[in-house]
């Protein structure tokens, strides 16, 4: 893929968020916001037997962090906890597609983050 393409993507899962609004029955959540931009990502997973049922997120920010947490979610559905729990920060930057300058990549990974979060 081309980066114009990556981008497009971005803007796509911007624009039209994968798993996005509240759910119900969480048995798993989590908060964050970075106070440098004002992005904020909450996440709620619903875990059974050790494995990500749904997940949902919610909050405002930037294409860039939006679109990283709407990706996350898509890879992350249906996963155990430990395959989850072993997702680098590297991993964001290929869902992407592309590399984030420095003052972006906290926006890219805010989503792991808040996941982190959640399943500690």
């Known amino acids: 893929m081309t980066d114009s393409l990556y ?8 624009r039209e968020p994968h798993h996005f609004g509240e759910l119900a029955n969480a048995t798993h959540h989590a908060f964050l916001s970075n106070p440098l931009c004002g992005d904020e990502i909450g996440m709620q997973l619903r875990v059974i ?8 997120f919610t909050g405002r920010g930037c294409a860039i962090s939006m679109a990283a947490a709407s990706m996350l979610t898509d890879m992350i559905h249906g996963r155990r906890l430990d395959e989850t ?9 290929r869902l992407l597609g592309t590399t984030p300058n420095p003052s972006r990549m906290k926006c890219a990974l805010l989503g792991i983050e808040t996941l982190r979060k959640a399943i500690p």
Request: no cysteine; aromatic share 4%.
């Open 7 to 14: 981008r497009e993507q971005i803007l796509e899962h911007w």
């Open 85 to 93: 729990r072993m997702i680098t920060e590297q991993d964001i930057v």
């Open 49 to 56: 037997h050790d494995r990500i049922d749904d997940i949902r």
